[in-house]
Structures are given as C-alpha cells and as structure tokens.
C-alpha cells in the first residue's frame, strides 16, 4: 500500500500537475494525512498561493537548495511526529 509519510510535489509554471497530485492525495482517505511539499514556480507568489490552495503544508520556489528543500520536509515531519494533522 502507498503510506508516504511525505511527498514533494513539483508546480511548474505552465500546468497544473502538482496541484492535480496534492488534491488527490489529500482527498482519499488512505493519503489524506501525508504532508505535501510544492516545490517549483521559481517563487512567484501566484504558484506558491495555488500550492497551498491545492492543499500542500509548505512549499520551495524552485530556486530554493536542496539544503532548503529538505528543511522544509523536515519541518513538516516534525509537525506530524509533534501530533499536528495535515490537510
């Protein structure tokens, strides 16, 4: 069974694939609580305002390292282990 714990999802700037992903996940049952990471959209805020909109916990511009991408996957992580719901 698919049990992520988290998933980093990429937002590219001309289709709404990750936005599609993170709605789905969050909408079944078995994934609603995985926490979703948007990465992507070279940080325009209207990519980022759609991530979260779709239902991710956090989100990189596609600029962001690798150090601060996994940054924000540890944050949320922590969020989860510290007993908060995603979604």
């Known amino acids: ?3 992520p714990d988290v ?3 990429p937002f590219p700037y001309a289709c709404d694939d990750g936005s599609l992903l993170t709605r789905t ?3 079944d049952p078995g994934t609603s609580g995985c ?3 948007g990465w992507g959209g ?3 805020a ?3 305002a759609k991530a979260f909109a779709a239902g991710c916990d956090a989100f990189g511009p596609r600029t962001a390292s ?3 991408l996994l940054r924000a ?3 949320v992580l922590a969020r989860q282990s510290a007993g908060w719901r995603t979604g």
């Open 1 to 3: 069974a698919f049990d």
């Open 7 to 9: 998933v980093v999802t």
């Open 25 to 27: 996940l969050k909408q």
């Open 35 to 37: 926490a979703v990471v």
């Open 42 to 44: 070279w940080g325009w």
């Open 46 to 48: 209207n990519t980022r």
């Open 66 to 68: 690798t150090e601060e």
């Open 73 to 75: 996957v540890d944050r």
